[in-house]
């Protein structure tokens, strides 16, 4: 069973960069195409960024995209988002999530409907 474990979160002031990580085990992420979310106080989850299993094809959603940088290392069962030019919109609940290759369109979307792991949740604050 896939475990998911978000990491780097924390306040950060507006402007700055922070980096977060999702760590796997119980299986390997090469066989997962890899999603970011995240979920503001009163709004619904929204996915932001996503990589296929190769890390061939990435996508983001217009509010973070020339801002967020999503990369994968398969050897360290590893998934990063460097969050760059950080605005105090981007406070929310960060969550990383794994789908199998074949469910998603990368290019399509990262608001993926469905979703088969889940990370916990790591929340970050952008400070004005």
């Known amino acids: 069973q896939l475990q998911l474990v978000e990491s780097g979160g924390g306040l950060v002031q507006r402007g700055g960069n922070l980096t977060l990580s999702c760590s796997a085990s119980g299986s390997s992420l090469s066989h997962y195409a890899i999603g970011w979310f995240r979920q503001a106080p009163g709004k619904d989850r929204e996915g932001i960024s996503c990589?296929?299993?190769?890390?061939?094809?990435?996508n983001y959603a217009d509010a973070v995209k020339g801002r967020f940088t999503i990369s994968r290392d398969n050897g360290r069962n590893m998934v990063v988002l460097q969050m760059n030019s950080v605005e105090p919109e981007d406070t929310a609940v960060y969550y990383c999530?794994?789908?199998?290759?074949?469910?998603?369109?990368?290019?399509?979307?990262?608001?993926?409907?469905?979703?088969?792991?889940w990370g916990q949740g790591i929340p970050v604050t952008v400070t004005s």
């Open positions: 990589i296929s299993n190769t890390g061939a094809r990435t």
């Open positions: 999530a794994a789908n199998s290759e074949s469910i998603v369109v990368i290019s399509a979307t990262c608001n993926w409907r469905y979703v088969e792991h």
